[in-house]
């Protein structure tokens, strides 16, 4: 089978479909355009906010992949041309396709809110794409005077990571019981229900007492403006919330090479067919991970890289003229309360009348022991290990 497949996005859906393209047809010609040489994975910036663990852990480099024969291209794709086929890359060339596959993840959705824009995310950092980003809020957290406030701003849904703000909020009040013992969290929250809310809510309890507060949406928790200068936000009522370390996770939107190959609709994610994760669209484009419609399956690593393996089969059976198998997708999350205490929602989807359907899932029992707490931290470890492994190694 030769044909040339064209992968844009080394994250965990573009890495994952490169791979598997390569495993299953050794014969194709794959190209991976990514422009990072090393990838910092979202999963697990969390521990590193809160000094449990380094950088280098969370880096993975695409060594194994140029091993396996993809060709790796360390650029932006800037342009896709779905009528000559033909993607344009940031060092001014550009390569023809047969299919091409986006897994671009997200875009911060700039000004959605007043004055939250790129000036100001270095004042205040998202920390919602991991590098820099990371580096620099775990500075911030390092800086903070004991008995200041870290205040977190999440976005309504659809986001990248549903249960990551909360876990960001948890593993961040781990580090100040331990560091700064008189500081606080403060979540302020644009919904009134949230990601394993009853486990979170019930860990906060259990281990960090009032040290974390959450407000939702009917409580004024919706952060309408943000000035990065003074570290203030204000709510939808005019409420003010002074910060002493301000985290901005903003409104987001596919990344933006989506939208140049028009695979986007009006609201800024990438309709596809389910059973392939082609975009219903545009013709042999094919989009994968966070960047896409596929709910009820979440916009998370675990789903990025078991959808990045379904149009990547069906990619080959398009090649040879067959018909794509249809698929069923699983996704867990694990979330760390502190080091000890980890919970978990998982899932099981499957096609129904033609849409992706929740077909059966669960979340850790709310009376679990410690022991079984501590069980589930560790196999959160294990997953990121497994996960960084299927997509990089
Ligand atoms: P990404 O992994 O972000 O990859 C996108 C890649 O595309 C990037 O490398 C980018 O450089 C590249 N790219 C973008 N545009 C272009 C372009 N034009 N040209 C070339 N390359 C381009 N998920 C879990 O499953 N478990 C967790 O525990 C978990 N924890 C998280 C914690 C936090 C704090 C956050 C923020 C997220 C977490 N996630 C978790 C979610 C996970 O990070 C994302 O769902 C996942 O990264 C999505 O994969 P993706 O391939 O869509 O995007």
Redesign the pocket.
């Known amino acids: 089978l030769s044909a040339r497949v064209v992968v844009?996005?080394?994250?965990?859906?573009?890495a994952t479909a490169a791979k598997y393209l390569k495993r299953n047809a050794p014969d194709l010609d794959v190209t991976l355009?990514?422009?990072?040489k090393v990838?910092y994975?979202?999963?697990f910036?969390?521990l590193v906010l809160a000094g449990m663990r380094t950088m280098d852990s969370i880096s993975h480099n695409y060594n194994e992949l140029r091993e396996l024969g993809v060709r790796v291209v360390h650029t932006?794709?800037q342009d896709v041309d779905p009528v000559s086929r033909t993607v344009s890359l940031g060092d001014g060339s550009s390569i023809r396709y047969e299919k091409l596959l986006l897994?671009?993840?997200i875009d911060i959705r700039w000004n959605a809110i007043e004055g939250y824009d790129q000036a100001a995310a270095e004042q205040a950092p998202h920390a919602?794409?991991a590098g820099d980003q990371t580096r620099l809020l775990r500075r911030q957290i390092e800086a903070m005077d004991d008995g200041g406030v870290f205040v977190l701003t999440a976005p309504a849904n659809p986001f990248?990571?549903p249960p990551?703000p909360y876990e960001?909020a948890s593993l961040v009040a781990h580090y100040l019981s331990q560091h700064k013992p008189r500081s606080k969290v403060l979540i302020l929250d644009a919904k009134d229900n949230f990601s394993k809310q009853g486990l979170f809510m019930q860990g906060w309890k259990d281990v960090h007492g009032d040290r974390i507060e959450w407000v939702g949406l009917s409580g004024d928790g919706k952060v309408v403006r943000v000035d990065a200068g003074k570290r203030e936000v204000e709510t939808e009522f005019g409420t003010i919330h002074k910060a002493s370390v301000l985290n901005v996770v903003p409104p987001q939107k596919a990344?933006?090479?989506a939208d140049r190959a028009g695979v986007t609709n009006e609201s800024g994610w990438v309709p596809v067919d389910p059973v392939t994760f082609e975009s219903t669209q545009v013709k042999d484009i094919y989009v994968v991970?966070?960047?896409t419609i596929a709910a009820p399956m979440p916009?998370?690593?675990?789903a990025?890289n078991a959808q990045g393996k379904v149009a990547a089969a069906a990619i080959i059976a398009a090649l040879e003229g067959q018909r794509p198998l249809e698929p069923s997708w699983a996704n867990t999350?694990?979330s760390l309360i502190n080091p000890e205490y980890g919970i978990s929602v998982a899932a099981v989807y499957r096609i129904q009348e033609g849409l992706i359907h929740e077909s059966s899932s669960g979340v850790s029992p709310s009376d679990a022991n410690a022991t079984f707490r501590k069980l589930e931290a560790d196999y959160a470890s294990g997953w990121y290990s497994a996960i960084t492994q299927d997509t990089w190694g």
């Open positions: 844009v996005g080394g994250g965990f859906g573009g355009v990514e422009p990072n990838f994975t979202c999963p910036s969390n932006t794709a897994s671009p993840g919602w794409k990248r990571c990551g960001r990344g933006f090479i991970g966070d960047a916009k998370s690593g675990f990025a999350c694990y």
